[in-house]
């Protein structure tokens, strides 16, 4: 049972590549620090997961992450590096 996934600097993860991690029924943790390619139909795709509790996108290219106010299960976000703002 995949738990914890580490795809950090990989420049194959795609905001598509989301959409199947967020189907995966056992994630509970996922980095995907300096994935580049990753956005923000990714952050809607990874809304939809079950069972995420811990999610970093660090350096990302994602400018809003508020699809994932509806993830009850989410603890733990990290955006450092991003362009969201808090304005």
Known sequence: KLKDLNLSD???????????LAALPNLTALNLCYCRDIANEAVRA???SATLQQ???????VSN???????????????AH???RDD
């Open 46 to 48: 990874l809304s939809e």
């Open 82 to 84: 991003t362009t969201i």
């Open 65 to 79: 992450v508020t699809p994932l106010a509806k993830l009850r299960t989410l603890k733990s976000l990290s955006v």
């Open 55 to 61: 999610l970093n996108l660090d350096r990302c290219r």
């Open 10 to 20: 990989n420049a194959f993860i795609t905001d598509a590549s989301a959409r199947i």
